[in-house]
Every structure is written in C-alpha cells, then in structure tokens.
T-cell receptor
C-alpha cells in the first residue's frame, strides 16, 4: 500500500495560489492519485484525481511528474472558504484488495 | 441526488450498550468502507466491503462488526461499546472496477460518545 507524506499545516492569504505537495515514493503502476478536502465535522469531499501529467478542473489543478513519486495540488486564488484539511490518497480499493490508507492531511489556513 | 447517508449524526451512549450506525448509498456502488477519525490520527479504516456478502478488516477492526446483506447498506455495529470508541465515524463508497478511477464518496459523519 502506498504511504503518503504531506506537510502538516500551511498558511496562506486570500487571493494567493497555494501548492500542497504529497510524496508517495512506493506508488504502484495502477494507482491513481486523489485529493480530498475536509471541513470540520464533515466528510471528506473529492477535489481532483489524476494518473499522470496534469489534470485541471473548475476548482484545482493536479501536477504529477513523470516518475509519479509525488503530486502537487494547486489551488488558484484561495479564499477564506478554502480553509480546510486536504488529504492525498494514493491507490484504488480494487487494486489493493480493499484497504486504503489515508495520510495525516494538510491543514490549510487562509487568512484575510 | 447521489449521496451516502449515515444515521444518526450524533449519538451518546453508555459502555456496553449495543448500537448500530447505518450507512446507505444510492449510487449502486460496490465498494463501501468505514473509517474513524480521531485528533492527530487522521482517517483510519475500520472495515470494508468489496461487494455484497464480502467484508474484510481494515486497520482498526477491534470492537466493531459490519454486514453487507444488500448493495446499498453497510451498517457498523458496536456490540459492546467502550469509551475508547468515542470518535467521529465516516462511511464511504465508490464504484467498482479494477483500475477504475472512481473516487470515494463520504457521508457526513456520526459523532459517537461512549460514557
């Protein structure tokens, strides 16, 4: 199972771009990389998912280098409402017999 | 609306009194799983189910039971709750398929307090 490492916390200001990097050195060939956002007392919510290169949707971009040993979630022009915990998850239940391991997550604090 | 529904949202109980937390999804997902979340420990998987009648232990299964008699429901059972099971619990589901890149969909959580 791929283990992930992220910074425990990050601070930013409104309007800035925030980049959160996740390390996953033992990622398997079939593993996807998925990022989730969690607000207090709510379930994690899917943000973006990718396999390689770059993926962009309406809320974020995901950059994955060729070796896939890390990935970077990019949040453009953050606002106060982006204050949350962000989790990087590597793998797919059906490639790993069902087990999934979440890392500690990155607590992002956006200040005015 | 596609969703994962957990009930109850809040539950206070006493040590040893059996309880069940329900989880239901309306997306026809094959994979379902339960997690507990504690401060400083992140999300830890309790049990998971790859399909109906197929369940297996996650990282912290002690003191919990699950069942998967039908695809949409995956209840979490605490036969004899103890204070160390006080936690925030989440149920999640995802679509099946080897290599499928379907993300997890989470419920809104159940905050359990065992006194």
């Amino acid at each position: 199972l791929a283990k992930t490492t992220q910074p425990i916390s990050m601070d930013s200001y409104e309007g800035q771009e925030v980049n959160i990097t996740c390390s996953h050195n033992n990622i398997a060939t079939n593993d996807y990389i998925t990022w989730y956002q969690q607000f207090p007392s709510q379930g994690p919510r899917f943000i973006i998912q990718g396999y390689k290169t770059k993926v962009t949707n309406e809320v974020a971009s995901l950059f994955i280098p060729a070796d896939r040993k890390s990935s970077t979630l990019s949040l453009p022009r953050v606002s106060l409402s982006d204050t949350a915990v962000y989790y990087c998850l590597v793998g797919d239940p059906y490639n790993q017999g069902g087990k999934l391991i979440f890392g500690q997550g990155t607590e992002l604090s956006v200040k005015p | 609306e596609a969703q994962v529904t957990q009930n109850p949202r809040y539950l206070i109980t006493v040590t040893g009194k059996k309880l069940t937390v329900t989880c239901s999804q309306n997306m026809n997902h094959e994979y379902m799983s339960w997690y507990r979340q504690d401060p400083g420990l992140g999300l830890r998987q309790i049990y998971y189910s790859m399909n109906v009648e197929v369940t297996d232990k996650g990282d912290v299964p002690e003191g919990y039971k699950v069942s998967r008699k039908e695809k949409r429901n995956f209840p979490l059972i605490l036969e004899s709750p103890s204070p160390n099971q006080t936690s925030l619990y989440f149920c999640a589901s995802s679509l099946s398929g080897l290599g499928n890149n379907s993300p997890l969909h989470f419920g809104n959580g159940t905050r359990l307090t065992v006194t």
